[in-house]
Every structure is written in structure tokens, then in C-alpha cells.
């Protein structure tokens, strides 16, 4: 009994201890950027009624821990500013000290792999890292973190990992930032002359559905399946004994593996598939409805942020990876703006570009990637304070990770200037163009298709070298044929057509798995692709057609 009664004491010691230890979430730390211009908050632990006080810039602010030891303390607003200070907190005889802080805009980088996708990897490494001198562009990359429950924090193996700390865009530093996310930030600090910050929560791989809480996937009938197998998955990993099952029938499988491989060597057969060690690993912490949004992003909730460039959708545009996107997509912007707070939070949604090759035109016409860029493109119509950025152009090489990322990051800060800062083009009252054009109507004159865009958008209209490609046009049979193509420059209109249809009845552009196309206004901001029908779609290796809703 004595023993039991020592052991649970050691048991309330140890946990008093972590609340009586003073800690700031691991988003606080040397070199980061706090955001300008808006209220901020600064939360951690301490001992449960303690009195814990935060200094900066010469504002003092204190609050309380409550019964579970958590504080939080209201900052005002300050201008930006590219001097570094201290972030001094305090609570008793304890104090922590975070250097190096600027205040500036901070930008919320998310998405999956082609937002992950570094510096180091991009086409301009070579000349972009050696020349990266912007002491004032800050950025984090956070560890990838998956749960079953919302987190407060995210973990950090040490100062000196490459993720979970802040680092300077500098050319010793810079190579691990995201690529979209350190050209969008070199155009916004050098425009607008103030340290930018970003945090970069993009994981390779992820689906949208991964990205929205639970509770708004719930009543979505297209997600009853993705929580099904996950929930199978869960139960079979908690029923096999977990962490020790999985680690003896890995061992076993292993074992089995090897006798079979040296018995197909030894038969000159082919040797069967080595078991991946990560298919014995703990569903809970990988890819889950709501996981990622519960890992990356609630310990940034009590966060002051610009807005968000959000990169995702390839791993949507699989089998039925589409079903669920036209609730899940949007979905991603209206729960993170509850979660930060602010209903209108800006959010630059990047529009994915294409990959593999065309094998035909009803594999084109049919394909997934077209339902993922229009329900983005819906989306960002439907949704105030969005933007859509064009990439399908930036892709040469066929590969799903285009590396070419300043054009994608060079035109969201376009749109950010634009939309988000108010920036006016140089000598002219007007904002700064950041649209492509964008498709309006259609009108049939005779055998061919007139083709409209908002006004705004279609300024200088032009095909890229005077090339017509990537137009396609039906008639009533539904079924597509490549079309010819010209612009009658004097009303900036697209004429379409094609000999061997003589009553056409829509027009599709930039429509395939890899699109193609030069079609552009005067800045050479590329169209966005269109279709002038609402026909259902039915993508290859699926169940089921698209309709737009």
C-alpha cells in the first residue's frame, strides 16, 4: 500500500511539474514573424493561477493560468517593423526570452506536395539560393502531424531541426522553404517594404477531406467511406495489440518474406514485394478524415495571420478521390476561417496543373483533374475574398511536381497585391491585374462559337505565338473534336470552330489530364480553363458521374 500511495505521488509531482514549467507553444521562437496591424495573442502554460506577464515593444500584458495551466494574453495591434525585438514572458521567478522578432505579414502556406515541394528542388535553385539575401522573409516548417484530436502544439526534435523552427530566406538557410511560398513572399516583401512570415503546414499526399474537422465531414455522404475503412483500420491496429502486434506481425511477415524470396531466387522466379514497414504503423497517425487539420493546424488556431495559399488537390484526382471534393474543397476555407477567427480571411487557392499523358479524347474530356480545377474554379466564384491562380502552364515535364514555382508564386503575390493589399498598378488608378481571362458566354454564329470573357480580364486577348491548341468543340452528339481557333482583337472575343461540325453546341479549352494552351490577355496571364457545357462527366478507373450541383 505504502508503495502504491509513493508511486502515485511521484505520479502528481511529475504532472504538477510540466504545469508549474512556464512554456510557449513551439510557434514562438527566435527569428519569427509576428503579424502587423491586427490584435495578437501570446499562449502557453504555466503553474494553474499563475500570474504570467508579456512584454513587447513596449507593451506590458498580463493573464492568468487557468485550472489546467493554460494562459493567453491579448496584444495590440503595432505597425509593421523590420527592427528585431525581444518577446519577453514572465510568471514568478521564470522567464523565457524569444529573440529576433519582426513584425510584419504572415502567411499561412497549405496544402500537399506541390506546396511542400522545396526550394532546393525548384528549376531556379541554382540561381535563387545563391543570390536568397531577405533577412526580412521569415519561414517555418511544420513537422507533419497527424492525430485523432485536436492538438495545442507540435513537436520539435531540436533548435537545429529543419522543421518546427523559424529560418531566414538567406542562401544558407533558405533551401528547405517551400518554393510557391518563398517567390510569393520575395514579390510582397520587395512591393510592399515589410517582413513577411510564413508557416508552412503542406504535407505530400493529402486529400482535402484531411484538412476539414471531422464534424463538418460527418454528415457528407460522399465521406461514409473514407471514414469506414479508417475506422476498420483503427480497430484492427487497437484489437492486434498496437504498437507490439504490429512490430511481431511485421517481424513475422518479414521472416515469411525472406524464405519466400530465397525460394523464387532459387527457382529462378520472380521474387515477391519486401514488406513496408509503414503499413505496420499506427493508423491514427497517418491520413485520416480531419487528421491533418487536427496535427498542422489547431495548434496555430490562437494565431494572428494574413491569409492562406492553399496548394491541394492531385491526390483528389485518383479513382473517387473527386467524389467528395466539391464539399470537402470548399469546406477547407469556411472551417479554417472559423478556426482563425475571421470570416473573411484571404485565401489564394492555387489551381493544380496536370501530369502523365493524353491518351485520347475521351480520356481527356473525362478526366479527374477537370472536376478538381472546376470545383476549384467554382469554388473560388462562390467564395468572397478568394483567388484562383493558373498553373496548368507551368508543367513541361509531365511529372506531377512541376518545377517551375516562381510563376506560381509570383502570380498569387498578384493577387495578393491586388485583392488583399489594394495595390494599384504603377502609374494608373487601377488595381493591379492578377486575373487570366475569364470565361463569360458563348454565343453560336452560323458553324462556329463566339467565346466571351469578363471584361476586365480580357484586355490584349492573344494565343501565345499565334498557336491554336488545347480547343476542343461538339456538337449535338456530345462528342469532341479539336477545334481551330482566333481572336477578333477589336472585342476581345475567341472565335471557335471546326470544318467537319457545322451546328456546334459547346467549346471546351485547357480540358485534359495534361492541358495545353496559349490563350492570354496583355499581361500574359494564361486563361483559365473553361467549358461552356454542364454535361456529366465519367473519369476513367471510377464509379459514377460528375454533375455540377
Not at 507540435?154 to 528547405?176: H, K, M, Y
Request: with cysteine.
Amino acid at each position: 500500500m505504502k508503495c502504491r500511495y509513493a508511486v502515485l505521488c511521484l505520479v502528481l509531482l511529475a504532472v504538477a511539474s510540466v504545469h508549474a514549467e512556464l512554456r510557449l507553444p513551439h510557434l514562438f521562437g527566435d527569428h519569427m514573424v509576428v503579424q502587423r496591424d491586427k490584435p495578437w495573442r501570446v499562449w502557453g502554460w504555466a503553474e494553474p493561477g499563475e500570474k504570467t506577464t508579456v512584454a513587447f515593444g513596449g507593451q506590458v500584458r498580463s493573464g492568468v493560468a487557468d485550472e489546467g495551466g493554460r494562459w493567453r494574453v491579448e496584444m495590440e495591434q503595432v505597425p509593421a517593423s523590420s527592427e528585431a525585438r525581444e518577446l519577453n514572458v514572465s510568471a514568478g521567478s521564470k522567464s523565457l526570452t524569444i529573440r529576433d522578432v519582426l513584425v510584419g505579414d504572415v502567411w499561412l502556406c497549405g496544402g500537399q506536395s506541390n506546396m511542400e515541394w522545396s526550394m532546393r528542388a525548384t528549376r531556379d535553385s541554382d540561381v535563387e539560393i545563391p543570390a536568397a539575401n531577405f533577412p526580412g522573409i521569415r519561414f517555418i516548417r511544420l513537422p507533419k502531424v497527424a492525430h485523432l484530436e485536436p492538438q495545442d502544439n507540435f513537436p520539435v526534435e531540436n533548435p537545429e531541426s529543419p522543421t518546427g523552427n523559424w529560418r531566414l530566406a538567406v542562401s544558407n538557410q533558405v533551401e528547405n522553404c517551400t518554393g510557391v511560398g518563398y517567390y510569393f513572399a520575395k514579390r510582397i516583401h520587395r512591393r510592399l517594404n515589410v517582413p513577411v512570415g510564413l508557416i508552412d503546414t503542406s504535407w505530400g499526399g493529402t486529400m482535402a477531406q484531411h484538412w476539414v474537422s471531422k464534424e463538418t465531414l460527418r454528415p457528407i455522404p460522399e465521406m461514409a467511406p473514407y471514414f469506414e475503412k479508417f475506422e476498420v483500420a483503427l480497430k484492427q491496429w487497437e484489437d492486434g495489440g498496437r504498437e507490439e502486434g504490429a512490430k511481431k506481425r511485421y517481424e513475422q511477415d518479414l521472416k515469411a518474406w525472406e524464405e519466400a524470396r530465397a525460394k523464387a531466387k532459387a527457382e529462378g522466379e520472380k521474387e515477391p514485394r519486401k514488406p513496408n514497414s509503414k503499413a505496420y504503423t499506427n493508423p491514427a497517425l497517418k491520413g485520416q478524415p480531419g487528421g491533418m487539420l487536427n496535427g498542422c493546424i489547431m495548434p496555430l488556431a490562437n494565431c494572428a495571420i494574413k491569409g492562406v495559399l492553399f496548394y491541394q488537390g492531385e491526390n483528389n484526382s485518383f479513382t473517387v478521390g473527386w467524389k467528395p471534393f466539391p464539399k470537402t474543397y470548399p469546406a477547407v476555407v469556411s472551417d479554417w476561417r472559423k478556426i482563425f477567427g475571421d470570416a473573411k480571411l484571404p485565401f489564394g487557392l492555387v489551381q493544380i496543373a496536370g501530369w502523365s499523358n493524353r491518351r485520347g479524347m475521351e480520356y481527356d474530356m473525362n478526366h479527374h483533374c477537370n472536376i478538381v480545377r472546376e470545383v476549384q474554379f467554382n469554388t473560388w466564384k462562390a467564395t468572397p475574398n478568394t483567388g484562383l491562380i493558373v498553373t496548368f502552364d507551368t508543367n513541361v515535364s509531365q511529372g506531377i511536381h512541376p518545377i517551375r514555382k516562381a510563376p506560381v508564386g509570383e502570380r498569387a503575390a498578384r493577387w495578393a497585391l491586388a485583392e488583399v493589399y489594394s495595390t494599384l498598378a504603377h502609374g494608373s488608378n487601377r488595381l493591379l491585374e492578377w486575373k487570366g481571362p475569364v470565361y463569360r458566354s458563348m454565343e453560336r454564329k452560323e458553324s462556329k462559337i463566339v467565346i466571351s470573357f469578363e471584361e476586365e480580364t480580357c484586355r490584349g486577348l492573344v494565343l501565345d505565338q499565334d498557336v491554336e491548341e488545347g480547343f476542343y468543340i461538339a456538337g449535338e452528339d456530345r462528342v469532341f473534336q479539336h477545334a481551330r481557333a482566333r481572336v477578333d482583337r477589336g472585342k476581345n472575343q475567341l472565335i471557335v470552330w471546326n470544318d467537319e461540325i457545322q451546328e456546334p453546341v459547346a467549346v471546351r479549352y485547357g480540358w485534359s489530364n495534361l492541358p495545353a494552351g496559349g490563350l492570354m490577355n496583355r499581361r500574359e496571364l494564361p486563361a483559365y480553363p473553361f467549358r461552356t457545357d454542364t454535361w456529366p462527366m465519367t473519369p476513367h478507373q471510377s464509379t459514377g458521374s460528375y454533375v455540377v450541383e
